[in-house]
């Protein structure tokens, strides 16, 4: 329950597989498991239309062109086809995962479906922004719709000539798989596009901000391009044992993919880590950008803020997976954690033409959820839902800057309750 101090704010619980660790980070093929005596019974929703069931589609002639999952396995991506006034628009979303840091990592990724297309499902929901559903789904709904799945461990941006890394295989082809995957959705309509919206999560959501001016030259001039980025703002900081956990981790993945010539942003003087944060790739961005993020990211809380390695005596794990359930002390750490967000977007908010939408909510991603986009219970902000606010912003009816106050100021939010967190 939530502490007195907290208002009646909605609990979003993790239930079922999703409570075992969800779409930041998933190391095992998905398929269905029994819950565990720990794990919540998923509780009963109201009745929704279905979404919509999207198949698989693998990169054609993948190897010839170099463009290959962590294992050598053709990537693959999801189609739904556009209609009426939205067959000439398109939206395309590249999926989140997380990263592998080092060969160990990623060939445990290799025996996945981050890391190979023959652990991926032949279908996937397309729900949040990607539903063919007018009513959850206003804007976008009956635009050409993309899933890119994610299985190169570096956010789409490797380029690794070598296949042998300790003589073993590794393909670190991130950036040849974009390529790839634009060059046939170019075939099938993208290049006549009017309107195109490059998306992402997580993993895919810094994606998102690397390859986005590479996605706006890919089309006609006179088209409406822009870009969102779903939970995708990772924050350089000191964790709760003063280290920079994320920074290490994101140097081994620049060092292990040979990253830094991708980031012309980056000065010899700095870390190679420094490149791969989203508060110095937006610094050559042109093409507006709308950063959706929430204050208190759950996976960043659990995994940059307190991870494992600075808190030894677990004291802030009943706060990493229930923050109604942070002591006073941990809830002043975490405002801090949001004044690290906002001062890194300080920049941002005084660009017109971009957009920004930063809840007080514990959550990660929240565009691809129906709850979390648009319903009736979707956590509002200026009373905008998210797809309410990046659908103005998107179509130029208002500017949108919409900024929470402190947590736990909001009751719309969904706040995510974890069975265990996320994986890392």
Not at 122 to 134: K, N, R
Request: some cysteine; proline content about 6%.
């Amino acid at each position: 329950m939530p502490s007195p101090s907290a208002p009646a704010s909605r609990h979003l619980r993790l239930c079922g597989a999703a409570a075992a660790g969800a779409e930041p980070s998933r190391s095992s093929p998905r398929r269905s498991s029994s819950r565990s005596p720990t794990t919540p019974p998923c509780p009963s929703r109201p009745l929704r239309p279905r979404p919509a069931l999207v198949s698989l589609t693998l990169v054609r002639r993948a190897e010839e062109k170099g463009a290959l999952c962590l294992d050598g396995s053709a990537p693959g991506y999801h189609l739904q086809k556009g209609s009426g006034s939205g067959s000439q628009s398109w939206l395309i979303h590249l999926e989140g995962g997380g990263w592998c840091r080092n060969l160990k990592s990623c060939a445990s990724r290799q025996r996945s479906i981050l890391g190979s297309s023959r652990y991926m499902e032949s279908q996937v929901e397309f729900a949040g922004m990607l539903s063919d559903d007018q009513d959850q789904n206003p804007d976008f709904y009956n635009w050409n719709k993309v899933k890119i799945r994610y299985c190169d461990g570096a956010s789409f941006s490797g380029n690794v000539k070598e296949e042998f890394q300790n003589g073993t295989k590794f393909f670190f082809r991130g950036q040849r798989i974009w390529e790839a995957v634009m060059d046939e959705l170019l075939l099938k309509g993208l290049r006549h596009a009017k309107q195109a919206f490059l998306t992402g999560c997580s993993a895919g959501g810094l994606a998102t901000f690397i390859h986005c001016d590479d996605f706006h030259a890919l089309l006609p001039k006179d088209s409406r391009v822009k870009c969102l980025s779903d939970g995708g703002f990772f924050l350089d900081v000191e964790d709760i044992s003063k280290q920079r956990t994320l920074r290490a981790f994101y140097s081994d993945i620049v060092r292990l993919q040979d990253l830094k010539r991708r980031f012309l942003h980056c000065s010899s003087s700095m870390d190679p880590g420094q490149c791969f944060f989203p508060r110095e790739v937006v610094k050559d961005i042109r093409t507006p950008v709308f950063i959706l993020n929430p204050a208190y990211d759950a996976w960043q809380v659990q995994h940059v803020l307190a991870p494992v390695a600075s808190d030894p005596q677990r004291s802030w794990l009943d706060c990493k997976l229930d923050i109604s359930k942070c002591s006073p002390n941990q809830l002043e750490i975490l405002q801090g954690f949001r004044k690290e967000l906002h001062d890194a977007i300080s920049e941002l908010k005084q660009k017109k033409d971009w957009g920004i939408f930063i809840d007080s909510c514990f959550i990660h991603c929240q565009s691809l959820n129906s709850f979390t986009w648009h319903s009736p219970s979707s956590p509002r902000v200026n009373n905008k839902t998210i797809a309410e606010a990046v659908g103005d912003w998107f179509f130029d009816r208002r500017e949108v800057k919409e900024l929470d106050c402190e947590y736990p100021c909001n009751p719309t939010c969904h706040n995510l309750i974890f069975a265990k967190p996320f994986k890392g």
